[in-house]
């Protein structure tokens, strides 16, 4: 959680915490509804991670990048999640500043993890419709999780070198209540480069081009006569298309979600920053980890089949891993 400013006295003038001001009735249905979410999301993803480490068939290149994104999303709901909601419920950071300094880097290595999962998918799904065999021969399971690994240890390194160039940790402020971490402007504009323009344009160029080539597909397919030959090659396409669409839509719902809080983020520059909206802005955020499990529930078959399998306890059968459940 980055805020700009002149400096910490300014960031901290009027800071307090309100009185709570709602009946002890709705009070008790916030932190009902708060739990609810939590264990949705934590569930949720589970029950993605669950499917894609058991089944065999679901060891793919790309199903890889949705497991990292599930990791991603499954630590978001445990670790992330309850406290944003406390704060927000409680209209006040009731917490030290040890955990504030936790909570800070699990939000920014989290974030920042899951948008560069999701810039990888473009660029997987993007050289999967383009250049199929090539994709085929170059890219396997055991590839796209060296790049995920490698891309988590780059995150890392960057941001224990943006914490030394901006001062190391003197600059996470605890005013009466509240917790966030102070940068610079120009480290702030950085940052807001690397971890969210930088593969934000990455994802809307690739999706672009992903929807022209599935385009083409379609046209290919409708040109194609149902023949013995060419039914393979036909389905494959088909089925490519569908995955590209899917993914899409998931990537659309991201990029709604993470928009709005850098958008204010960086309006903060020049305006004051409103505590409770960037509070609520940076749990539309999280809020993405819940949405997701529900988007392949909708979408794939396979992740329904999955989760019959996996709560039926037929998992635990000898041989389960091999089913067929495409």
């Keep these: 959680m980055n805020i700009t400013g002149n400096n910490q006295s300014e960031l901290c003038l009027g800071f307090s915490c309100p009185e709570r001001s709602v009946s002890t009735a709705v009070y008790v249905l916030l932190y009902v509804s708060g739990a609810a979410v939590v264990l949705l999301t934590v569930c949720g993803n589970l029950l993605i991670i669950i499917s894609v480490c058991h089944f065999k068939q679901l060891h793919t290149p790309t199903n890889m990048l949705i497991l990292s994104l599930a990791v991603s999303d499954f630590l978001v709901g445990v670790l992330l999640m309850p406290t944003a909601l406390i704060w927000i419920i409680e209209s006040c950071w009731i917490f030290n500043i040890i955990y504030c300094i936790f909570f800070i880097l699990a939000s920014f290595s989290l974030t920042a993890t899951s948008i560069f999962i999701v810039a990888l998918i473009a660029v997987d799904r993007y050289f999967a419709l383009s250049n199929p065999f090539l994709y085929t021969k170059a890219v396997s399971v055991n590839t796209m999780y060296s790049v995920v690994v490698v891309l988590c240890i780059l995150l890392l390194l960057y941001h224990l070198a943006l914490q030394y160039f901006n001062g190391h940790y003197t600059n996470i402020v605890m005013c009466p209540g509240y917790c966030f971490s102070h940068l610079d402007e120009g480290w702030f504009l950085f940052d807001l480069l690397v971890k969210f323009a930088f593969p934000l344009a990455v994802i809307i160029t690739l999706y672009g081009r992903v929807f022209v080539i599935a385009r083409k597909h379609a046209t290919a397919i409708r040109d194609l006569n149902i023949q013995t030959r060419t039914k393979n090659n036909t389905d494959s396409m088909r089925s490519e298309r569908k995955a590209a669409k899917i993914l899409g839509i998931l990537v659309s719902i991201f990029v ?45 078959p396979w992740f329904r089949r999955c989760v019959k399998l996996i709560l039926t306890l037929r998992i635990f059968n000898r041989d389960s891993s091999l089913m067929n459940i495409l």
Aim: with cysteine; hydrophobic share 55%; net charge neutral.
């Design 256 to 300: 709604a979600c993470y928009l709005p809080y850098h958008i204010y983020t960086m309006l903060g520059i020049i305006i004051q920053i409103e505590i409770g909206l960037f509070l609520r802005l940076l749990l539309i955020i999280y809020l993405n980890s819940t949405i997701n499990p529900v988007i392949y529930a909708l979408f794939y």
